[in-house]
Each structure stands twice: as C-alpha cells, then as structure tokens.
C-alpha cells in the first residue's frame, strides 16, 4: 500500500484505541501469574499489587477500588483486557501520592527551594515584557521564590520592576505584590521569598517600605534588622512572606548591565531547537572562560557605608539578609556561627569555586543559604545544569521560569517530589557536618535501577494526524536516562519503529546510580525525521527518590510543561542492590 493510500484509508478509520492483542508479550505473562481461567480475581490482584507491583500497603479494598474504576465486565475481578486496561490508566501513576512527607522543621538552609530568576520576565532577557503574569504562572507550579528588580520610575516618584538597562517594558512594583499576595500559597502552603535586587534611593525605599507591609500585612515576617542567628523552619513560617535583600550601595553607583548578544552557548539552529538544548555536562568545563556579566550580588556588606544609604523602615523589612563580604572565595565560604545570610552565585562562579572549594561550598549551606542564577549571557532566558547547584546543597538554583527546555524540565521534575509543595529536604549526606560531602570524589553505586520501555500510546488523539507526517503514520524513538551527579548521568535511546501510532518497543535499560537521592529520571519521545529536524513527541522528569516499582502507566509532558491529554507511556522500574 503506497503512503498517499495509507493516509486516505488511515482518516476514515474510527480513532485508534489500544487493543488487548497491542499488549507486550510480558504484560500477557504476567497475567498469566495472577489469573486463573482468563480472570483475576480481587484477591490475586491484590497479590499482584504487593508482590509484583511492590506496593506493600495495598489492600484488598485498593485492589476492589482499581477493578471498580475500570468498569469492565466483572466487578469479581479483571480480564486481560481490564488489566491492560488498569495497567494504562491514571491510577496508576509512576510517582506515590505521598503528599508532604518530608520532615518539615529544620531550617530553611536544610530545604531545596523552587527558585524563580528575574520572575516579572514574559521571554528574553533584553526585550520581552514585564508583568505579574509570569509571577502567578510561577506561584501556581509551586514556586517559592519569587525575584523582582525594583527601579525608579521614569518620574522618580513611584518603583517600577524591569531588567535594568534594557528595553525590557516596566510593571508597577505594587501590581506584583497584590498578585504575589493573592497567589502565593494556590499550590503551596509554605513560605514565599521574595527576593528582591535594589536599585533605589533612600526615600523610595521608604516607598517600598510601606507597599510592602500594607500589602502582606500579619503574613509578612520581620524579625528585625538584625541578622538571624538560624534560619526558621519551613514549618514554622507556613502562609508567611518574606523580604531578601542586601544594602545597596549608592543609587548612582548601580552598575550597568552587561550582557553580550553573541552568546556561544545560545541554542544552536539543529535538531535541538524541537525540545531544547542538551543539559550540560558537568563533567566537561564548558565555561573555561570568565565572561563577563554583572555580578548581582557584589556588594559589601561588612561596613556601615552601605548601610546608611538604606531606609530604617526598608531595613526592618530585611529577614533574610543577602550579599557579599570584602575578600576573596574563602571569605565568601567563611561560616559565622553567630549569624545567617544569603550569599549568590552565578552558575559559571559557582563551577569555577566548585574545583577547588567544593567541600567548603558544601559546608557554607548547612547553616547558609546559597542562590546560583543564569549567567548574564543567557539573553535569551535560557538555563543551565540545576544539579551543580544541588549536587553542592545550593538551595536557591534559580531559574528562568519562561526558559522551556531541558534544563527547565530537571527542574520541574526535581520539585514533583514532596507533594509539589517546593520545599525538599537535601539528603542527609548533604547536611552531615562531621563528614562533608565531596562532590568530586566518585562514591560507590548504591542503587541499580532496570528501566522497560514496553510501549506508548495517545499520540493519535493528541496531535493532528500529520502532524509527524502528512503521508503516513509517525516513526518514534524514545530517550531514557539519568541526570544526576556526573558520575550517575547518561542518555540512552530505544530503537526507531516506523509507520506506528503506538510503538511497542520492548527495551531494557540499567541505570547504576551513586547518589539516588539526587537522581532524576529522564524520558522523551521523537519522531525521526530523514529530512527535516526530529519532531518532538512528548517528554517527563521524575524523581527517582519517589519513582514506584512496578509497571506503571507514565504520562508525558509537552515542551511547556503541561501534560498531555492522552499521551503517555508504558514502563517498568525495578530497583536492585549491587
């Protein structure tokens, strides 16, 4: 049959639903086990659900509840088809429903933090709009920190929030509070940061004072203008807003920006463009050369010369105090066991410190809070490799939220964990201080992690049938891998199936991972293109520290972000000691 006559005969066929013979030959198996005359029964699904799928706590009601909800033939039990069916379904999902399950009552500097990079930016970093929208986007997915450039306004009697020196279009400060104010706990009960990097003068941060509290009101926390001795807990500080920042040095002394249009890390016109620029190698030094942006934070903040250009009310607003000392990486590191703060770096200071300093970065945030954001030559809001900033206990790696891609996808993966509640508690390793981790020395593998890739499905209904191709069907692929810590990162690909809707793939991948806890699991689907660029077909990140066990049925993602309707992917994920 020619391709033209495939596509005429494929539109008039009624829309494709996966049929029990689309099964993969081990799903057949594994029925076989559990079933007795072509029927499971209640009782031995739920010896499914404990033994195989290993889900411990399950009982006979959640097998009852899973035969119920696929309302096939018998509410007994299931056939092959029900079970295929169950298997494919959204109750069974690869992540547990754990809600928030992480001990929420250490310090704030024990938690990776959702952390939002210039948060009021709709698109790039020179030119795009400013607006809350991008705010309330960021708040309802969960993020917790929110960051604003405060500026004068072209009269110099009120404060706009834009990326300074640029052409970016200015939003009213007051707009973004009310917006922070209405949204800050939709998806998330636990603190909003507001970080904030001052550009003003003494009585318009008089101004700021006074918009501030009259916004948030009782949910704002002051503590004072002294420096904290420890960070509150998360728990503590749930429904509560609060202020980041660091004396500015004078108004006129603001620097400006430096940003360079000819970035060569910029995405390149390729195959890469369809679902975004590969996550770095942490392992390669792809940033040997100090390029040259505005530091945010190089400030002194050890005298009284700053501080007298700051407005006492503006002060008082300060709870998390920001910036950095006088002196050299050493200084910066330095741990005072009688005070907290805020110390930032960009991602290429971090990866340069991290050579010879890791350890000592290490140490500095188990009691300090550190923020690592975009270098200033990402113009286009682009972002970098987020575990640098983890993989050294960075709780703040902030992100341009606008930024869709690869990189930005680790990160919404990283915060599914926890209930999406964008509070993780780093892994013990990370806060132990009679050992501290060194990120540069490689560890033992401590968990192996066997990935099937059985099949996908929902393409069809999902995207216009020539979408992938407008004379036949698509030919997919599928990408499975780890990000993690260097040693534990790695891409691997499924073969190609052509002309096919739904892929059966029936591939195996082993994963040895030294640090679990800090290890994503990466998933993308392609349709291979002889001509043209591959066309992106569908993408996830999940933790591997709340990845269940089993054959679960994991729904796909498109390049925003957003779920699909009916895409999604059929995999097994066993878990095995060395």
């Not at 975004?276 to 190089?298: A, I, S, T």
């Not at 001509?531 to 994991?554: H, M, N, W, Y």
């Amino acid at each position: 049959m020619s391709k033209q006559t495939y596509r005429v005969c494929f539109c008039f066929r009624r829309r494709f639903r996966v049929a029990v013979s689309e099964a993969p030959e081990e799903i057949k198996r594994v029925f076989e086990q559990y079933s007795e005359n072509g029927m499971m029964s209640i009782d031995a699904l739920h010896r499914f659900l404990v033994e195989f799928q290993k889900e411990d706590k399950a009982t006979r009601e959640d097998a009852q509840k899973i035969v119920d909800s696929v309302k096939h033939f018998h509410r007994k039990g299931l056939n092959l088809e029900g079970f295929f069916k169950y298997l494919f379904a959204d109750i069974n999902p690869p992540l547990a429903s754990l809600g928030v399950h992480h001990d929420m009552n250490a310090p704030l500097s024990h938690y990776f933090i959702h952390t939002g990079h210039n948060s009021y930016l709709t698109g790039n970093q020179l030119s795009s709009d400013c607006s809350d929208v991008p705010i309330i986007n960021a708040l309802k997915r969960g993020v917790r920190v929110i960051e604003l450039d405060i500026w004068p306004n072209s009269t110099k009697d009120d404060v706009d929030v834009l990326h300074g020196r640029t052409l970016t279009t200015p939003v009213e400060l007051i707009k973004c509070l009310r917006s922070i104010k209405e949204y800050a706990f939709v998806a998330s009960e636990y603190p909003v940061v507001i970080t904030l990097e001052d550009h003003l003068t003494p009585d318009l941060q008089a101004k700021v004072a006074e918009m501030v509290t009259q916004t948030f009101g009782d949910i704002l926390f002051s503590p004072g203008s002294e420096c904290l001795k420890e960070f509150p807990s998360a728990e503590s500080l749930k429904g509560r807003i609060i202020i980041s920042t660091k004396p500015p040095k004078e108004y006129l002394e603001a620097k400006e920006v430096k940003e360079n249009e000819n970035d060569p890390e910029r995405v390149k016109a390729s195959d890469e463009e369809a679902w975004g620029k590969e996550v770095p190698d942490l392992l390669k030094d792809d940033y040997k050369n100090d390029l040259g942006e505005e530091d945010e934070e190089d400030l002194d903040d050890d005298g009284d010369k700053s501080q007298h250009a700051l407005a006492p009310e503006y002060k008082r607003l300060i709870a998390i105090h920001a910036g950095k000392p006088k002196g050299g990486l050493e200084e910066c590191l330095r741990v005072d066991p009688d005070k907290v703060r805020r110390l930032s770096m960009s991602e290429q200071q971090l990866e340069n410190a991290a050579i010879t300093h890791g350890k000592e970065i290490v140490r500095f945030t188990q009691r300090n809070i550190l923020r690592v954001y975009p270098r200033g030559t990402r113009v286009d809001s682009s972002n970098y490799n987020p575990l640098i900033g983890w993989m050294h206990g960075a709780q703040m790696v902030a992100f341009n939220m606008q930024g869709y891609g690869r990189s930005l996808w680790l990160m919404h993966g990283m915060f599914k964990a926890n209930g999406g509640c964008g509070y993780l508690k780093k892994p013990d390793f990370l806060l132990n201080p009679n050992k501290v981790f060194d990120p540069n020395v490689k560890l033992p593998v401590k968990k192996i992690l066997k990935v099937t890739m059985y099949m996908g499905e929902g393409w069809y209904y999902d995207f216009h049938h020539t979408h992938f191709d407008a004379y036949s069907p698509p030919d997919f692929y599928a990408r499975v891998g780890i990000a993690g810590v260097p040693f534990d990162s790695v891409m691997k690909k499924t073969k190609t199936l052509e002309d096919n809707w739904v892929p059966c793939w029936n591939e195996e991948f082993e994963f040895c991972l030294t640090v679990p806890e800090l290890a994503l699991l990466r998933v993308e689907v392609h349709e291979y293109d002889m001509s043209e660029k591959d066309d992106f077909g569908g993408q996830t990140c999940l933790p591997i520290s709340e990845l269940r066990s089993g054959i679960r049925a994991v729904p796909l993602n498109s390049r925003k972000g957003e779920k699909y309707s009916s895409v999604k992917l059929l995999m097994r994920f066993e878990f095995f000691d060395p």
